[in-house]
């Protein structure tokens, strides 16, 4: 007799750069979310899927990190975190061990569990990086003080470590439910926005800390060839200013190669199809403080 099916919808929360795509990426087993060093990577809620075997489906949401905002589309971020937490059925709070302590963004996240009556799993990423045990357990007891949580899970989304433990305690928190996705679903985003996803990721790793951040992809065309196991892939990226253009295309148009092959590689293993893609940049100043502009790049 097959066990009953089982539902949670989890909204990774948590200030930016902290891990919460790695950890994402790590559970679902796919690339489905971007990972930079660099911090606000992640702009639109990402949703990943994972239905286990023993009949349990979570619905993961990646929430762009908590952060102050400075323009129009970081607002827009903002609210897309307090919109998740919002409409789940419990919150994954992932902060960095090695941190001294939460910053005002993370207080404030408590202050809306608890506004909420959330459960929440305090997931405290990057073990790894700390050497003595006991100022992690020191960490782990500050924290816990803060809000009743269902479970704290000490992770590391490098090497691994207690995410099974992670993914019990996450499990823990479905009810009985019908699976709202097929059992084999990754992600409910549009093949568009991840590969316009993968682009921009390519960017962040290859480029000069401000450039990404003004940066934003249009995928014009994803289209399968009939006569041919190739799909075609047509993106424009768009950058704030003529001097961005001219650094995102490099000498000779270089750093525009590296970027498209990178990003050409990545879309190969995820569609599992070979990719032919065209990258175009070119340049609408202030973007990120246009709502129009904002709303045709869907990151609203």
Known sequence: ?????????????????????SILNKLIGSKIAIVSSKPQTTRTRIMGVLTTDDGVQLVFTDTPGFHKPKTKLGEKMVQAV??????????????DAADEKLNAAELELINKFKAEKMPVILAINK??????????????????A???????????AETGDGLSDLLDEL?????????????????DQPERVLAAEIIRE????????????????????????????????????????????????????????????????????????????????????????????IHNFGLD
């Open 202 to 293: 390519k960017m962040l790793r290859l480029l000069d800390k401000e450039i990404p951040h003004g940066t934003a992809v249009a995928i014009e065309r994803m289209r399968e060839r009939d006569d041919a196991d190739i799909m075609d892939v047509d993106a424009t990226i768009y950058c704030e200013r003529e001097s961005h253009k001219g650094i995102i295309i490099g000498k000779g148009g270089a750093m525009l190669k590296k970027i498209s092959t990178f990003a050409r590689q990545d879309m190969e293993d995820f569609f599992d199809i070979k990719i032919n893609l065209k990258c175009w940049v070119k340049v609408k100043e202030d973007w990120r403080n246009r709502e129009g502009l």
């Open 1 to 21: 007799m097959s066990p009953k099916s089982k539902t949670a919808f989890v909204a990774i929360v948590g200030k930016a750069n902290v891990g919460k795509s």
């Open 127 to 144: 073990i790894d990086t700390v050497k003595e045990k006991t100022d992690l357990m020191k960490k782990i007891a500050e924290i816990a």
């Open 146 to 156: 803060l809000y009743n949580f269902a479970a704290v899970v000490p992770v590391s």
């Open 82 to 95: 307090s919109d998740s937490i919002s409409g789940v059925d419990c919150c994954m709070f992932v902060v």
């Open 171 to 187: 499990k823990n928190q479905a009810v009985e439910s019908v699976h709202f996705f097929p059992d084999d679903t990754l992600t």
